[in-house]
């Protein structure tokens, strides 16, 4: 089976095709985005909405550090304001007389693969991951995109520890809204449910469509678990 994940077109991929992947494997790079006000009217000593007569950069225009941005004449003096980063002219507010400008921090945010698999294929926008052994199941109820480990819980009362539950999916009958709230607490990604949660939750989620489905479920105890709400479907595999 293909699962298909979608990225940033202005992202940097981290995977080649051909290449086995594990859950948690940087899968793509972005590079983190800070926005800075720029004080132009204040800097021009000018009113607020007059900065668009002195601007020499507008929206959606790249700028360098040190790069003019601003600039008032008079017949003996010149003021100039320049910008002290390297970014884009996201905003420009005239009535504060700011411009609002995106930069790059050094810091770059890694998006980390839900699947374990081979990466079947690239292109611009998505990624094609195949994996083996794979078996879906409809849904009654379904949130969010995520996978990870199948970890089966008999009882939600057994004990359960963080190294056992951090990064997981957790399959169970039912949980109680302590039980859920724990899971959540010591990492679980996820939840697959034959009945409904009692809270809200923010985790991806899914309740399976028929008792048969979550009996196969448990019978079969795939190692690997994707909740899909793109397809509206879980899927087992491995």
Do not use: W
């Not at 494997?25 to 800075?36: D, G, R, V």
């Not at 008032?72 to 320049?82: E, I, P, V």
């Not at 999916?169 to 009945?195: D, P, W």
């Amino acid at each position: 089976m293909i699962i298909t994940l979608a990225f940033p077109e202005k992202a940097k991929l981290l995977i080649k095709a051909g290449q086995s992947l594990e859950i948690g494997a940087s899968l793509y790079e972005e590079s983190a985005q800070k926005e800075i006000k720029i004080q132009i009217a204040q800097k021009l000593h000018i009113a607020p909405h007059t900065i668009f007569k002195h601007l020499k950069k507008f929206v959606g225009d790249e700028i360098s550090k040190d790069e003019l941005l601003a600039e008032k004449k008079s017949l003996f003096s010149t003021a100039s304001c320049r910008s002290e980063f390297t970014g884009v002219i996201k905003e420009i507010n005239h009535a504060e007389g700011v411009a609002l400008l995106s930069i790059r921090t050094e810091d770059d945010i890694h998006y980390l693969s839900p699947l374990q698999g081979t990466v079947e294929e690239l292109t611009k926008k998505e990624i094609k991951i195949k994996i083996s052994k794979a078996k879906e199941y409809d849904t009654k109820e379904i949130a969010g995109r995520m996978g990870g480990r199948s970890v089966y819980v008999q009882n939600e009362h057994d004990i359960i520890s963080e190294e056992m539950v951090n990064g997981a999916i957790i399959i169970a009958e039912k949980l109680t809204s302590y039980s859920q709230m724990k899971h959540e607490a010591l990492g679980a990604v996820g939840f697959v449910l034959n009945r409904h949660l009692v809270e809200i939750a923010s985790t991806p989620h899914a309740v399976v469509k028929t008792v048969q489905d979550f009996e196969a479920i448990q019978k079969n105890k795939s190692p690997y678990c994707f909740i899909d709400n793109v397809s509206g479907k879980i899927v087992f595999y491995g």
